[in-house]
């Protein structure tokens, strides 16, 4: 391994070939302050506010937060914030440096100074990636959880806050307390209303540390929604001596990704912003239609194909694609299903849409894990396949897929595979998952379908009472029980 890690000095003697920040970094200042700067941020709004710097919009600088580890701290502030996001795809791979980044602060190891950096006046839109979890709320209501352990801890010590929430209403509270603007909070995780989401649950928190500051919260903050897309699969060891030969320096911050990247965002914010729209965002008055057709197509088939390929046996994506049966069941859900539960404006050429989601899939260039996809299923599937089911049954449409997905999901849960080893099941409900497979799945198919369509955390307290779901659930738990997986794909998802 080279000694040499990637920073400043050495940016000039990298390959020409490789795009370099050919901006002055010094002269940026920080206007974002982005909370959970993982590789998804780094990969698409981090890339998206590099192209705007460069443009010289170089009052958009971006200043980082971890809210939990110092993983991405300890790989990034050694390079100076830079880091290499990987293009890959079957045609070749492409490699960019990006300087966005001036620092990244840990909220753990200091609080205070998260806050102290959140209240500075020049810091106009703060953003998030912190995944559905991240938000504190009850996903099937979409209510402030007050029970969640962090909501708990941070309204006893507001000046030392571990969530998202608890930062952004204590740095809106200091700004208040010394008569400073507001600012744009930003949500980018994949969720339906992202934006209404975040301003409800802001507001619900704040309400419980004051009701006058919720109400100036309220007047001097947006929450616009956004749909963000672009597939980054967890970066390697591999990845890294990769483009380590290619660099010819280390790079531990590196960010694989497709060459697609789309981000819609709500035009509502409140001290300006960067013109993302110039580096290929659209801002629009209306996100939500777009959301649902990538939450319900992309994002709901990715999902399907995560569980079911995981348990036939598929390390990847592109392993699962690469199975004639799972292709099928891709397009299929996502005609048959998906775009059928949505409203497609006249405008957006839907079949051009799947059929370029079906490319994204095989691409095997990127080794995207079928288990890190199904990493925290409890928070994506109600909404991922949910509102389409929940269409399909309040219209009579087919529901046949979206049942078949839920029984996979919910043989992954019982974090035993077809082969009786263990799955390593990654969510923050997997406990209460597994016990419940454990107390139902020796009753028989039919009690472990009415157990599950009766935990409301992820399903609310409506599907329970479906027949037609109950039947269909229990019907595929049965047939996987007694067919596998891969088997029962390419006996019924073949014509």
């Not at 660099?247 to 497709?258: I, K």
């Not at 592109?318 to 004639?324: K, L, N, Y």
């Not at 299929?332 to 497609?344: G, K, L, W, Y």
Request: with cysteine; charged share 20%.
């Amino acid at each position: 391994m080279s000694q040499q890690r990637l920073n400043n000095t050495i940016l000039e003697s990298l390959p020409v070939e490789v795009i370099k920040p050919a901006y002055d970094r010094s002269e940026v200042t920080t206007g974002i302050v982005h909370l959970g700067i993982g590789a998804f941020h780094r990969a698409h709004q981090a890339w998206y506010t590099e192209n705007r710097i460069a443009a010289g919009e170089t009052d958009w600088g971006i200043v980082g937060a971890s809210l939990r580890s110092a993983g991405v701290r300890d790989q990034l502030v050694p390079q100076d914030g830079l880091y290499s996001v990987v293009e890959k795809s079957n045609a070749g791979t492409k490699v960019q440096i990006v300087g966005a980044v001036s620092d990244v602060l840990v909220g753990p190891e200091s609080p205070q100074q998260l806050l102290e950096l959140l209240a500075q006046e020049n810091v106009r839109i703060v953003s998030l990636t912190i995944t559905e979890k991240g938000y504190c709320h009850d996903p099937a209501s979409g209510d402030l959880n007050p029970q969640h352990p962090d909501v708990i801890h941070d309204l006893a010590n507001p000046q030392n806050p571990k969530s998202a929430l608890g930062y952004i209403v204590g740095a809106l509270a200091l700004r208040k307390e010394r008569g400073l603007p507001g600012f744009t909070v930003l949500s980018c995780d994949n969720l339906p209303s992202n934006g209404k989401l975040l301003g409800k649950v802001l507001g619900q928190y704040a309400e419980k540390v004051d009701s006058e500051l919720a109400v100036w919260i309220a007047n001097n903050t947006t929450t616009p929604a956004t749909m963000v897309d672009r597939i980054v699969p967890a970066t390697t060891d591999a990845d890294r001596a990769e483009l380590e030969d290619l660099l010819g320096c280390r790079d531990e911050a590196a960010v694989m990704a497709e060459p697609f990247a789309q981000w819609v965002v709500e035009d509502n914010f409140l001290r300006g912003r960067p013109e993302w729209d110039k580096a290929g965002a659209t801002f629009v008055d209306d996100v939500e239609v777009y959301e649902l057709i990538k939450l319900r197509l992309l994002n709901g088939s990715h999902s399907i194909l995560a569980y079911s390929g995981y348990l036939a046996g598929c390390e990847t994506v592109a392993d699962v694609m690469a199975v004639p049966a799972f292709n099928k069941l891709a397009l299929h859900f996502m005609r048959s299903e998906a775009t059928t539960s949505i409203d497609v404006p006249a405008q957006f050429d839907i079949a051009a849409y799947q059929a370029e989601l079906i490319e994204r899939f095989e691409n095997r260039a990127l080794r995207h894990r079928t288990w890190q996809i199904a990493m925290d299923g409890s928070q994506k599937i109600p909404q991922r396949w949910l509102g389409t089911l929940r269409h399909q049954l309040d219209n009579d449409g087919p529901i046949e897929i979206v049942a078949f997905a839920l029984a996979n999901w919910i043989r992954y849960v019982s974090a035993v595979d077809e082969k009786g080893e263990t799955i390593e099941v990654s969510d923050p409900l997997a406990a209460e998952l597994k016990a419940l497979s454990d107390q139902y799945k020796p009753q028989g198919s039919e009690a472990l379908a009415s157990a599950f369509l009766g935990y409301s955390p992820v399903f609310g307290d409506d599907l329970r009472n479906s027949e037609r779901l109950q039947a269909a659930l229990s019907g595929w738990l049965e047939k996987l029980e007694g067919e596998g997986t891969l088997a029962c794909v390419q006996k019924y998802f073949t014509a």
